[in-house]
């Protein structure tokens, strides 16, 4: 029996949509019609939509997949097989239609012989390799169970990570975003309004005012200059996002940067650890989680070196802690945490503990860099609105000293 999902008509007129069980196509039609149900769509779950090259690929996202991971965790714990687990997970997604078709799609492909992890790579777009390595192994050791638990705690920090920085980043772009519209309003609009008063007046400026205008016009160039300057660089990082070679040279360029360098690396540090924590626990071998782990922190620089690393370890016996020393944005205090791990045996909890140290330090310099950066941002609007005022105020009142 295969899943299809529907879309039609009741014999009452009204649209419904949802899902049947069937041998096949026409014995889904059939079913249906029976039912009185008009069909206009129907397909099977179990197969990957294309999408068009500028749309992402349709499946779960992390937070689905956090939640299915750690729901199919409990179900096995108690005692359910997969296939009654994901059962339940269906009938418990009324609400989310998307995501009932991948998960029948993934019951389906398990009960045609499949394993978990072949169903997520073959049903559900955007699942990262580490997940399905880490599915892989479970499957294979036995502690599936253990696994999608600390998969689900893994994609729920990882969002929290994402979660925390874009709430740190509201309240500064807001406070910035005031103080450019405040400037706009006033060199656009205000002051050059009352520039032309005063010239018809033939009453002269005031020195403050004559030295805001004339930074006014030079702003004004600047900021047209800044977002062609913007654009053109928009459109040559997007022809040339496509080059691997140039990926790496951007992403150096992030590690080099004065202030968000040391966050981005405490960022990449921190990924890395966890990651290739939670695959040596899960059961992956070093010599297929030590790639996987580069490729989940999401820097093209560190990637490339572990690949190229990863070549030595698994051909010349490398230890873990001399490939990492050889990769420079890895190369502060982790290669010391692996090789305790290497030496009591403690490997992949000594790389937790080290992911929890780069967590707690990336969040301590971004807490202290919201603190200077808030009251600089208060200080700019502060001050811009008291040249601005003065702008305005000086020449209203040499006009009133004039006219008595």
Not at 125 to 150: C, K, P, Q, S
Not at 247 to 268: E, H, S, T
């Amino acid at each position: 029996m295969k899943t299809y999902e529907y879309r039609g008509y009741q014999t009452s007129g009204h649209a419904i949509r949802g899902l049947i069980e069937a041998s096949g196509l026409k014995d889904a039609r059939e079913r249906l019609a029976e039912g009185g149900i008009l069909v206009e769509r129907i397909s099977s779950a179990s197969v990957r939509r294309r999408t068009l090259p500028f749309r992402r690929s349709r499946g779960l996202d992390s937070e689905t997949r956090s939640s299915v991971y750690r729901e199919l965790s409990s179900m096995m714990r108690a005692g359910l097989t997969l296939t009654q687990s994901l059962n339940l997970l269906i009938e418990a997604m009324e609400e989310a239609p998307a995501t009932r078709v991948l998960l029948a799609g993934m019951r389906d492909r398990v009960q045609e012989g499949a394993s978990l992890a072949q169903a997520l790579a073959e049903v559900s777009g955007g699942t990262h390799e580490m997940e399905l390595a880490a599915v892989r192994a479970g499957e294979r050791a036995g502690n599936l169970d253990v696994v999608l638990e600390r998969l689900a705690a893994f994609l729920e920090e990882q969002r929290e990570i994402r979660e925390r920085v874009q709430t740190a980043l509201i309240y500064p772009s807001i406070v910035l975003g005031m103080a450019v519209l405040i400037a706009l309003l006033m060199f656009g609009v205000m002051i050059p309004r009352f520039a032309s008063l005063f010239e018809e007046s033939q009453i002269p400026l005031p020195p403050v005012t004559r030295y805001i205008l004339s930074a006014g016009q030079f702003l004004k160039y600047l900021l047209f200059a800044l977002i062609a300057c913007g654009a053109a660089s928009a459109g040559f990082i997007a022809l040339k996002s496509s080059d691997p070679q140039f990926r790496i040279l951007l992403d150096r360029f992030w590690f080099n940067l004065p202030l968000w360098g040391r966050q981005y690396a405490a960022v990449v540090n921190f990924r890395f650890a966890q990651t290739l924590s939670l695959l040596l626990d899960g059961g992956v071998s070093l010599v297929e989680a030590f790639p996987l782990a580069g490729r989940a922190t999401g820097s093209p620089w560190v990637t490339d070196l572990v690949d190229r690393e990863g070549e030595s370890l698994s051909r010349h016996g490398s230890s873990l802690a001399d490939a990492v020393r050889r990769i420079a944005p890895l190369n502060d205090v982790l290669p010391g945490w692996i090789q305790a791990g290497e030496a009591s045996g403690a490997l992949a909890e000594l790389l937790s503990r080290a992911g929890r140290r780069y967590q707690l330090q990336w969040q301590r310099m971004i807490g202290r860099s919201l603190e200077v950066l808030e009251p600089a941002l208060i200080i700019l609007v502060g001050g811009l609105v008291l040249l601005l005022a003065l702008a305005v105020l000086t020449p209203i009142l040499s006009l009133n000293s004039s006219l008595m």
